[in-house]
Nanobody
Framework: QVQLVESGGGLVQPGGSLRLSCAASRTINVYTMAWYRQGPGKQRDWVAGISPGGTTNYEDSVKGRFTISRENAKNTVYLQMNSLKPNDAAVYYC???????????WGQGTQVTVSS
């Protein structure tokens, strides 16, 4: 079982930046970590992922603007978001998927609002 707690959301103007953090309750060395987001009235979509070895992947609309990273020593994953757009506004969720069991765990989400 892994508990995940996201933080770092808030209100930002278009073109601004935010860094989201996801703190896990246990070591994440053998977990694939990812960020998802869900905008108002929309389905929850995958945004970015990072393997235990550090390989990253991004949804096309955030490539070049968002960066996912992990700091295993701190059991934390980050999502650096630059050049934010109004349609990036959503609740952002952190997930952890165990390589050993395949089980996935979700955080409670953090709200990102992009508005002038």
């Amino acid at each position: 079982q892994v508990q995940l707690v996201e933080s770092g959301g808030g209100l930002v103007q278009p073109g601004g930046s935010l860094r989201l953090s996801c703190a896990a309750s246990r070591t994440i060395n053998v977990y694939t970590m990812a960020w998802y987001r869900q905008g108002p009235g929309k389905q929850r979509d995958w945004v970015a992922g990072i393997s235990p070895g550090g390989t990253t992947n991004y949804e096309d609309s955030v490539k070049g603007r968002f960066t996912i990273s992990r700091e295993n020593a701190k059991n934390t994953v980050y999502l650096q978001m630059n050049s934010l757009k109004p349609n990036d506004a959503a609740v952002y969720y952190c997930t952890a998927r165990s390589l050993r069991t395949g089980n996935s765990y979700w955080g409670q989400g953090t709200q990102v609002t992009v508005s002038s």
